[in-house]
């Protein structure tokens, strides 16, 4: 299922130190959609009363849930990241659904998910760079 | 239009009509947008003889091409209207992610006009806009609506409204945002309850085109970057605004007792750096601020108990040294109650200081104040009479109206108290210790205010960045803040490049100070962003543009040199402690100055030929009549 892949990257952040600045959510859409909107990012951060910023970010799980639950087969493991075949995918919401971080988003207008390939703009933007470059054995 | 939404949608609550109209281009290269575009439109939509408060003023929501886009601290709008406070040109600024969310729902602006019958909120979800009904949501406070607008909408919306305040139409009444973000000064919150317009619900899953996608990235990081590096950034991270109270005490600038003094005793119990040891949960940032100089702060337990956003400086100067108020946890639940409530630390801090020397100097009589210790320093009166101005009880509704209006009805020695230029409140500085601030108060277009021009790089420390900004021909003298010398050129230039920030949609923080992000980044953003061909000339003319437009609401409006002035007390009656102390504001020295500068009459009216000079030709003709 890893495509062979022994290790697997994915960003952290601690939600105390995240500010929500959003920056993330910027750089990610402009990185894939070529616009700021983040509407279309596969980050997110939610602002909590007890002062959390938390960031809901794709952890790249080796056993790839939304993966496993895709029923069309649009969703794969490609070079260390899930990959989505949109004309494949029945916009169906099921990886969403199987997600246990939350990280798994939908495009508004066209309903297809929207899921983080690890290319890590948003890390690079971070201003008090909090996000941290996890590896994990798949 | 990249960069853009490239729309601007009107919603008459009279009618109850919504049009969309699309961003004139023209006026977008008169002005950018922001401040520049809203008062072009106030300008020629609410004349002089509209009631602040009737359905003929409007309030003017809008963005900047930077707004929702990567530029750090491209988060803000402006709301701009005839003020009700002061009865001239006004508007409050706010930062936050509801702005971002109005470009992203497609609008660059968002014009409300009229007046409800009945309570409404203003529900956007990108093309679709809709007047509801808001009678389970009036009487609520900013908290609650916001948490009932988020659960029948949706968690993915931003939303702006009003407390119990703006309801009352207390003029000292704000608009806030993202529950802690406050567009706060002018009254504007008190425009909107006399509209009955609880609040504006904004969902936007579009996005900002950006002019350059490949360098544009590249661009940010490096502004980004730029910023981080500074060292006032980075204390700004420590200790956020609230790290100014000791400083300002220090210099002699914090209000102290209504201005009477520049020192409060008090200043290190109730600054940024106990709020960082002791009640600080995290610094904060909004949409793409890099700085986050925000508080998000808790007092645990006892009477005070509450998280909210702040205190800023501002906060701790208002309703702590200004009323003589040393414990911190009360400034804080004070502030808290101001986000709340919906209204203005600084305004409302100012006619709380101001009834208390009233008081104290028998001026103010014993039934209007009822059951209130109004002694200097009572901490808990200050967070009671916060709380009864939001609600006009008692002797809050004598204050709501703010300090002039009362003092008025009290007689000359009460109004002599009243520490206000054209209407509004002093903020926290008291200009004995910085005299460019005296200036900056005296020419606001909004009344007193040290954000019009925020002239700051003369508090101290920052003579190279003097040298960069103005050039070292100034120097030494502007660079000694008790010095009026250069002082009208510092304001005139600080006033014009202010002008360009609001209209852009960034912060003064980081464009002011640190002057980090000055006219050849601003012009090398517009190019990336918007593919704006804007020089660094073009942009200095744009900022004097805007400020000679602002100018020329008032003076139709009739406001002259008279009206740029300052209290009696900052004028004649020199500062008593400090390093400051024997000092008064040399105004009419720099004010000299500066309508030199402006090339304006001696008393403060811009003449035909600067008008013309400024691509301003429309305005010429109310300069027909005026002496």
């Not at chain 1, 993330?24 to 997110?44: D, I, W």
């Not at chain 2, 808001?134 to 993915?156: C, I, P, R, S």
């Not at chain 2, 100014?244 to 220090?250: C, H, P, Q, T, V």
Request: aromatic share 8%; hydrophobic share 40%; with cysteine.
């Amino acid at each position: 299922m890893a495509g062979g892949h022994l290790v697997l990257e994915h960003y952290e952040v601690d939600p105390r130190e995240c500010t929500g600045c959003r920056y993330c959510e910027a750089a990610c859409s402009l990185e894939h959609f070529g616009k700021v909107a983040p509407a279309l990012a596969r980050v997110r951060v939610r602002r909590h009363d007890d002062g959390r910023d938390e960031v809901s970010m794709c952890r790249n799980c080796p056993d790839h849930p939304c993966v496993e639950a895709c029923p069309t087969g649009a969703l794969s493991v490609r070079e260390g990241h899930v990959e989505l075949e949109r004309e494949l995918c029945a916009a169906c919401g099921a990886c969403g659904e199987a997600c246990p971080y939350g990280a798994v988003f939908f495009h508004p207008a066209e309903g297809y998910p929207l899921i983080c390939v690890q290319c890590g703009t948003c890390a690079g933007f971070c201003p008090p760079g909090v996000m941290k470059l996890v590896r994990v054995c798949g | 239009m990249y960069g853009y939404a490239g729309k601007i949608l009107r919603v008459d609550l009279t009618r109850g009509e919504v049009r969309k109209e699309p961003l004139d281009e023209n006026l977008v290269r008169r002005f950018l947008g922001g401040t520049g575009y809203a008062s072009w439109l106030l300008y020629h939509e609410v004349g002089p003889g509209v009631d602040p408060l009737g359905p003929h003023n409007k309030l003017y929501f809008f963005t900047g091409p930077f707004t929702g886009t990567m530029w750090p601290q491209g988060n803000r709008y402006v709301v701009t209207t005839r003020s009700p406070l002061t009865g001239i040109w006004g508007e409050a600024h706010a930062a936050g992610h509801w702005a971002p969310a109005l470009k992203f729902a497609g609008y660059d602006g968002l014009v409300v006009e009229g007046e409800s019958p009945r309570p409404v909120y203003i529900f956007i979800s990108d093309e679709r806009v809709e007047i509801r009904d808001a009678g389970h949501l009036w009487g609520k406070n900013v908290h609650e609506t916001e948490d009932m607008l988020l659960d029948a909408h949706g968690d993915d919306c931003r939303v702006a409204s009003i407390g119990p305040a703006g309801e009352n139409r207390v003029l000292v009444a704000a608009i806030v945002n993202d529950r802690d973000r406050v567009a706060a000064r002018c009254g504007v919150g008190a425009v909107m309850g006399a509209k009955r317009l609880k609040a504006i619900c904004v969902r936007g899953t579009g996005g900002v085109e950006v002019a350059d996608r490949v360098r544009y990235p590249g661009f940010c990081r490096r502004m980004i970057q730029k910023l981080l590096d500074d060292p006032i950034a980075g204390t700004r991270v420590v200790y956020g605004t609230a790290g100014l109270m000791e400083i300002m005490s220090d210099i002699g600038r914090v209000p102290t007792w209504n201005l009477r003094s520049g020192v409060f005793p008090g200043a290190r119990r109730i600054g940024g750096r106990r709020l960082r040891q002791e009640y600080l949960l995290k610094p904060r940032a909004d949409f793409a601020c890099a700085q986050r100089c925000g508080r998000y702060v808790e007092v645990k337990e006892g009477p005070f108990r509450c998280r909210t956003g702040g205190p800023e400086f501002e906060t701790l100067a208002a309703l702590g040294s200004r009323c003589g108020v040393d414990d911190l946890e009360a400034v804080i639940y004070a502030g808290y109650l101001c986000n709340v409530l919906g209204m203005d630390t600084i305004g409302a801090g100012a006619v709380i200081s101001w009834a208390m020397e009233a008081w104290e100097l028998g001026l103010l009589p014993r039934e209007l104040v009822g059951d209130l210790d109004l002694s200097w320093g009572n901490a808990e009166t200050v967070v009671e009479l916060t709380r009864r101005l939001a609600y006009r009880e008692g002797l809050g509704d004598f204050l709501a109206n703010g300090s002039l209006r009362a003092a008025r009805e009290l007689g000359p020695e009460a109004e002599k108290l009243v520490m206000h230029v054209k209407g509004m409140e002093i903020a926290g500085q008291d200009p004995r210790g910085q005299k460019s601030m005296g200036l900056a108060m005296a020419t606001s277009a909004r009344g007193a205010d040290h954000l019009y021009a925020f002239p700051v790089l003369d508090e101290g420390g920052f003579d190279e960045e003097i040298r960069r900004v103005y050039g070292p021909q100034y120097m030494p003298e502007m660079a000694d803040r008790l010095s009026p010398v250069h002082k009208g050129h510092m304001v005139y230039v600080n006033e014009n490049w202010a002008a360009v920030v609001e209209s852009v949609g960034a912060c003064k923080y980081g464009t002011m100070v640190p002057p980090t992000l000055g006219y050849e980044e601003v012009a090398e953003g517009l190019a990336l962003t918007c593919g704006l061909d804007c020089s660094v000339a073009d942009l200095e003319k744009l900022g004097e543009r805007v400020v000679n437009l602002q100018r020329m609401y008032n003076v139709r409006l009739g406001i002259r040199r008279a009206h740029d002035t300052l209290p009696e007390r900052l004028l004649k009656e020199p500062a008593p402690d400090g390093p400051a102390r024997g000092h008064v504001v040399e105004l009419d020295y720099m004010l000299d100055e500066y309508y030199r500068e402006r090339g304006w009459r001696e008393d403060g009216v811009p003449t035909r030929e600067r008008l013309l000079e400024l691509g301003l030709p429309e305005l010429v003709r109310d300069l027909e009549g005026v002496r």
